[in-house]
């Protein structure tokens, strides 16, 4: 189970969280369909270090980002989305 | 018998004397006891059958290894149907009995399966019962397989779950979880030890040795007491069975004892700063043929059992070994006055066997068992050459009712290799050891390849103070260990076509290996699966190496080549009610009631639960059938009025400068020009354009708004907008509050309606010009503040009559009062239905756009981007197949199709499927809703219905069956 730094709360356990998937910029609505469909669908997915979404939904409420190796589970830095 | 109890010793109380049954028999042992130890004490030799052959077993090992004493053990309404004997605290009132064996242990009626081994190869039941499908062998073969039988009653057993935080976690509480957790407490920090065994101390309680000049079980001790005063937490007879990222271990312990109301049974999830792994080893068998039958057994379980138990498992005993460590078997047995021959592998055994030779111990160097003899249990044992090619070269047999073996030690790695960390072959100590470690954790003693009592304790203080920071503090002191003559490594017996066991709980012989070596399953993964070495409820805890062993001097590679198959949790059996705590029951998830609840048990409702929501389905008077309640719900809303408890409908205020400009960007509907004191029907859409809820939005004032999103989508749709608004829209100022709970709120409607309205005394002008269909005002009713809307999901004039919840059975009352019919959610459900009106998730699914539903208004007039938007131009959003949501009426008025009933082409390909069918009472026939391809262009088309083989006919309509203009909306 993980211990997650939520930025506001602190370490707190991974089952007050929610994931939110690899962050994607949302493009301008006259994008082509391929763009379109790379947004909505097409992630990285990297074995290792990978930037995340999540949301401290069992606590304070809100979204941050968290950089994460999806190998070994370690958990680089939380930040407050924006920073 | 063999089995007898000395006079003295152990650390058993002899004053306390604990009955108990073994199938037919009552049995006597004493406190102190396993239900294992108390059986061999009695002389039980055959305690199950074998899983594949049905070969009587005996007790083999003294620990959570063992593999063959698996009992059902019930005690009072506890029942546990996969006890390992051998960890079963033997208490009062235990009924225990053999798992295997029908009608008996001793005469099972299918131990003929034995005579047909050569038939019974590895695999053969996946090349056998292949044809024409497995299933219709699976039920015959798992009833002559099987392990216990689970109960069909109710778990009785009480379970729960605790959470905790600490510094330092030792698992393990033997020689070297005993050093770490001193070492660590003495630093000051939270330390927690755990030890599956019910007292602490593992091998001090049955092994020789001094320790700080105290006998080690009394240092054991001793460090206990001072642990416990320290303040140190102490879980024993605690299984440490997984360990998980980031330092969290499950453990489920087993109390005998707990106060009234609490668990016996809990399990904790521990997250640990530092991990000390002190897991310790266990013993691994001597492989030699016939090593299956009662009597044979780990060299170290019969000093264990002679020592902790005093137990003496049989007064002649053969040993065979390849190491030092059974010597000190020998010599206990010898002292407890038993005959005893050890056949050592090695040529020159060394100290450890001229020592036993002393005390009188035949030893004979070179040789192994290579045969043992005795229908219901060892009664006797050939000795023959280590390299023996044939049973024939045996050199003399001896009569024994036990032989007992040793092959070395296997490190208890397994939580290390849950943890992520890989092992290393390492030949010098024969065993698979640790290699890279990935979390935070101390490794020591036996785990980590250490053997000696001195070494162990020195490992364990090492580990303590690098866990936790711990200074000036001594170590345990032991004296050093003699000089050791290095294990040999020997992994079977050279004698073709003998029967030698690997797995003993799975019954998986050298020749099973020899199979699939042959048949190229070579790999340990396909070994494993292809023989189901390991696979049994021990997890090949006294298997694993010496099949990997055996598989890698078949393909002539090296063990380290051959490699292991990867540990996972959990490390011992745990019942699934101990993974689930207390979260069972009404606890499994909150169930919500409505504000009126009380009112509708009072009607007789028939509560059900929707969306975690218990509400009335319907209100069956004496005697009416739940299809008969439902009609004259519907028609009484029809032709007179209704009166429904719609309190669960979602409630989120949004409000803030930006909630319009927010809203706007969120929904598919334009909200920004929708004027205060007005409602809108809205669809909220995901970004890949599919359809996620409908509700109703209203408008409260300029900058304040009020959503009522479907009853089960409330919190979804609260956390959707929460996460566009910070992860997208980040500058915008609005926020949102579910004050779904704060309102209670029922909805009146039919013909009649006006003169219950009136009837409320409405301080609020209740006109049509005032308030016309979509539209809500403020003010009070009975004197209470209220909100009244105009809204309706039936199809008539309807009005929502929403108070503070508290206010909400006293309205309620006050309603029915007035007369109307109260309708259920299974009564709506035929109402919306003949209006056509959707019910998101039954009537569409992930797939679902505004377009299929013929709600593409919305996309023109709307100019700014929206959620989904950009989907709904894709290729896939336009195509002209899609499937769109129309009405079908059956050929048959009478025969309602059930939902999921295909519509079908001429082809009997599918066209799409029914997603709402009732019978109406208000049309008087059948009605259907569907999804069909191209649907639209299909009205006034006749289809085929297909469903589980019955076709019928219907034709598509468009989806309204009453009222279509809507004039009784505003009747
Ligand atoms: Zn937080």
């Not at chain 2, 055959?46 to 019930?74: C, L, Q, T, W």
């Not at chain 2, 999804?931 to 989806?959: H, N, T």
Request: proline share 6%; net charge neutral.
């Amino acid at each position: 189970m993980l211990l997650i730094p939520c930025p506001w709360c602190g370490p707190r356990s991974e089952h007050e969280f929610g994931f939110g998937g690899e962050p994607a910029v949302r493009p301008q609505s006259s994008a082509s369909d391929t763009e379109w469909a790379d947004y909505l669908y097409m992630r990285t997915n990297p074995k290792g270090r990978n930037t995340e979404l999540w949301c401290h939904s069992a606590g304070c409420g809100q979204w941050f980002v968290m950089e994460r190796d999806t190998v070994t589970h370690a958990i680089h830095t939380t930040r407050e989305m924006g920073a | 018998m063999t089995g007898t109890r000395l006079g003295s010793g152990g650390r058993i109380d002899r004053g306390q004397v604990i009955p108990f049954r073994w199938g037919d028999t009552v049995l006597q042992g004493f406190a102190g006891d396993t239900l294992a130890s108390a059986l061999l004490a009695n002389g039980v030799r055959v305690v199950g059958r074998s899983f594949k052959y049905h070969r009587p077993r005996g007790i083999f090992a003294a620990g959570v290894e063992e593999p063959n004493a698996i009992v059902d053990v019930r005690i009072g309404d506890r029942h546990d149907a996969n006890a390992r004997a051998s960890l079963v605290t033997l208490q009062h009132g235990i009924v225990a009995r053999p798992i295997a064996g029908w009608p008996s242990v001793t005469r099972d009626a299918f131990a003929a399966l034995d005579l047909l081994q050569r038939f019974l190869p590895a695999g053969f039941y996946y090349k056998t019962f292949m044809r024409p499908s497995w299933s219709r062998y699976e039920a015959n073969i798992r009833r002559m397989a099987g392990l216990g039988r689970a109960s069909h009653q109710p778990d009785m057993r009480q379970f729960e779950t605790r959470n905790i935080q600490i510094d330092v976690l030792v698992v393990g509480a033997g020689p070297a979880g005993l050093a770490a957790a001193r070492a660590a407490a003495a630093s000051g920090r939270s330390v927690m030890l755990v030890d599956e065994n019910p007292d602490f101390g593992g091998s001090l309680l049955w092994q020789d040795g001094t320790i700080d000049d105290r006998p080690a079980a009394d240092w054991a001790a001793a460090t206990t007491a001072e642990l416990a005063a320290q303040g140190v937490t102490l879980l024993p007879a605690t299984t440490a069975f997984g360990y998980y990222d980031h330092n969290t271990l499950g453990l489920m312990e087993r109390r005998a004892t707990a106060a009234p109301g609490w668990a016996l049974d809990r399990l904790w999830c521990v997250t640990a700063g530092k991990v000390v792994l002190a897991t310790g080893s266990l013993e691994r068998p001597l492989v030699f043929p016939h090593n299956d039958r009662p009597g044979v057994m780990s060299a170290a379980a019969v000093l264990r059992y002679l020592r902790q138990y005093a137990v003496l498992v049989g007064r002649s005993v053969v040993i065979t070994t390849n190491n030092d460590s059974a010597y000190a078997t020998a010599a206990a047995l010898r002292l407890a006055g038993a005959e005893v021959a050890v056949a050592d592998v090695r040529t020159a055994p060394g100290q450890a066997a001229k020592d036993a030779t002393a005390l009188g111990v035949s030893v004979i160097p070179g040789s192994v068992v290579t045969d043992t003899g005795g229908r219901l249990g060892v009664r006797w044992a050939d000795i023959g050459p280590a390299d023996a090619t044939s049973k024939k070269a045996a050199t003399r047999r001896v009569s024994c009712s036990i032989v007992a073996c040793s092959g070395g030690w296997t490190p208890v790695v397994h939580l290390f290799s849950q943890s992520g960390g890989k092992l290393r072959w390492d030949a010098a100590a024969s065993a698979f050891l640790p290699g890279i470690g990935r979390q935070d954790h101390q490794l020591s003693g036996g785990m980590n390849g250490v053997t000696s009592l001195a070494e162990c304790l020195a490992s364990g203080h090492r580990a303590g103070i690098a866990a936790s920071g711990a200074t000036m503090l001594a170590a345990p002191r032991a004296e050093p260990a003699a000089v050791e003559t290095p294990l040999q490594p020997f992994w079977f017996v050279r004698i073709p076509g003998a029967r030698q066991w690997l797995d003993l709980q799975n019954d998986v012989t050298v020749k099973d290996v020899g199979l699939a070596a042959r048949e190229n399953f070579q790999s340990v993964e396909h070994l494993k699966r292809y023989t189901t070495l390991g696979m049994a409820t021990d997890q090949g805890k006294t298997s694993n190496v010496n099949g990997i062993a055996v598989m890698a001097e078949l393909t002539g590679r090296g063990i380290a080549e051959t490699g292991t198959t990867t540990f996972r949790p959990p490390y011992a059996p745990v019942s699934l009610g101990g993974l689930a705590g207390s979260r069972h029951g009404l606890l499994y998830s909150p169930r919500r009631e409505l504000p009126a609840h009380g009112e509708h048990l009072a009607l007789g409702a028939d509560m059900r639960e929707y969306g975690g929501w218990m509400r009335p389905a319907c209100y069956p008077r004496l005697d009416e059938t739940t299809a008969a309640a439902i009609r004259r719900e519907a028609s009484a809303v029809r032709a007179d009025a209704g009166l429904f408890d719609g309190s669960s409908l979602g409630k989120i205020e949004v409000c803030g400068p930006d909630a319009a400009a927010f809203l706007n960007l969120m929904y598919y509907n334009n909200v920004e020009n929708l004027k205060p004191g007005r409602l809108r029907y809205v669809l909220l859409l995901r970004e890949a354009g599919t359809v996620y809820d409908d509700g109703v939005i209203a408008r409260l004032a300029a900058d304040r708004y009020l959503l009522s999103p479907s009853s089960s989508h409330t919190a979804g749709v609260l956390a959707m907008l929460e996460q566009w608004r910070q992860t997208e829209y980040p500058a915008m100022h609005v926020a949102f509050h579910d004050v779904t709970a704060a309102w209670a709120t029922f909805v009146v409607c039919g013909p009649r309606v006006r003169d219950i309205m009136a009837s409320l005394a409405a301080e609020i002008d209740l006109s049509d010009a005032a308030l016309p269909h979509m539209a809500l005002a403020d003010g009070h009713v009975l004197g209470v503040p209220a909100r009244i809307a105009r809204v309706s999901f039936t199809g008539e004039r309807s009005y929502e009559v929403s108070v503070p919840a508290g206010y909400g059975p006293a309205l309620w009352r006050h309603l029915l009062a007035q007369g109307p019919t109260p309708y259920g959610i299974e009564s709506l459900s035929v109402l919306r239905a003949e209006k056509g009106y959707i019910l998101i998730g039954t009537d569409t699914d992930g797939l679902t756009m505004p377009a299929d539903l013929d709600m593409s208004g919305p996309l023109r007039a709307k100019k700014v981007d929206f959620v989904g938007r950009r989907s709904l131009t894709t290729p896939d959003g336009v195509r002209a197949d899609r499937r769109q949501f129309v009405g079908l009426l059956p050929q048959d008025p009478n025969f309602v199709p059930p939902v999921g009933t295909h519509a079908v082409d001429a082809s009997r390909k599918s066209l799409g499927w029914i997603t709402t069918s009732a019978y109406s009472p208000t049309v008087g026939r059948s009605i259907a809703l569907a999804m069909i391809s191209g649907g639209r262009a299909r009205i006034g088309d006749v289809v085929e219905l297909f469903d589980r083989g019955r076709v019928s006919q219907a034709k598509v309509c468009a989806p309204v069956f009453h009222d279509p203009a809507g004039e009784k909306l505003h009747g």
